[in-house]
């Protein structure tokens, strides 16, 4: 009986951890002191342990592995995902600073630097868009007072910088 209540209860605790919806929100600050875009990346935890396990080829990722093992991992599924591509088509990439666990979502945290002249670029942004086809990434941008909103989902995932 106790073993019956104790697989209920975890398969309801499991059941909880889902949700209807997939989305990441990124906020993308200009800090004119020094000339950078500050990103802040919010996830949801579960969808994010399940993009990185399949970037990690199938090994099984928690974000309560080790840092050594999981933020290499958040770094370059990042890098592939979200980026500033100049007209000449080179890439700007943000520094990785790392992550913070916030109840059911997952915080990543980047700078790109030397921002101060970004007219023409273009904004790459495909996170979790090869796991689910209605993922949507939704951008909020301030640069240098002014706020804009970009939408990303899977038939859009280029934009032009909006300033």
């Given amino acids: 009986m106790l073993r019956a209540f104790l697989i209920i209860l975890i398969f309801c605790n499991f059941s909880s951890l889902k949700h209807d919806f997939h989305t990441s929100l990124t906020e993308i600050n200009f800090n004119p002191k020094s000339k950078s875009l500050e990103l802040s990346v919010r996830v949801f935890t579960d969808d994010l342990e399940t993009a990185l396990t399949n970037f990690n080829k199938g090994k099984l990722v928690r974000m309560e592995d080790p840092e050594s093992e999981v933020d290499p991992l958040i770094e370059q599924y990042i890098r592939k995902n979200l980026a500033l591509v100049s007209p000449e088509k080179e890439v700007k990439f943000g520094k990785f600073y790392g992550k913070e666990k916030e109840s059911e979502a997952t915080w990543i945290y980047l700078e790109i630097f030397d921002c101060q002249e970004i007219k023409?670029?273009?904004l790459y942004n495909a996170i979790m868009q090869e796991l689910f086809e209605d993922q949507t990434n939704l951008v909020n941008i301030i640069y240098p007072?002014?706020?804009?909103?970009?939408?990303y989902n899977t038939k859009t995932r280029i934009s032009t910088w909006p300033f």
């Fill in 120 to 122: 023409g670029f273009t």
């Fill in 145 to 151: 007072s002014q706020k804009k909103t970009v939408v």
